[in-house]
Nanobody, 126 residues
């Protein structure tokens, strides 16, 4: 089992940047495919980005490509989401998630992910 704790959220103006962190504890961090999801007010939770166990593979939802970067440091048991050029529509609660399986074609779906953090609020003002 792994425990996930997100941090780094906050209030930022449009065009600004934030870096989210997801600290993992428990089992070996490098055994997990990791991802970020988000939920905007009144909407379903949606996929943002995913990263493979070694960090060699990443995928993004179209709306954040070129603006967000997912990364991980297995030595620090931490995953990151660097968010640049933020827009008001990025306002959401951001969740990190861990999948104890290998990277698959279902990386964008919630189903493969076994563990979830509590979320961190990101608010982008216009």
């Amino acid at each position: 089992q792994v425990q996930l704790v997100e941090s780094g959220g906050g209030l930022v103006q449009a065009g600004g940047s934030l870096r989210l962190s997801c600290a993992a504890s428990g089992r070996t961090f490098s055994d997990y495919t990791m991802a970020w999801f988000r939920r905007a007010p009144g909407k379903e939770r949606e996929f943002v980005a995913a990263i493979g166990r070694s960090g060699g593979r990443t995928d993004y939802t179209d709306s954040v490509k070129g603006r967000f970067t997912i990364s991980r440091d297995n030595a620090k048991n931490t995953m990151y989401l660097q968010m640049n050029s933020l827009k008001p529509e990025d306002t959401s609660v951001y969740y990190c998630a861990a999948d104890q399986g290998y990277y698959t074609g279902d990386y964008y779906r919630e189903i493969p992910y076994d563990y979830w953090g509590q979320g961190t609020q990101v608010t982008v003002s216009s």
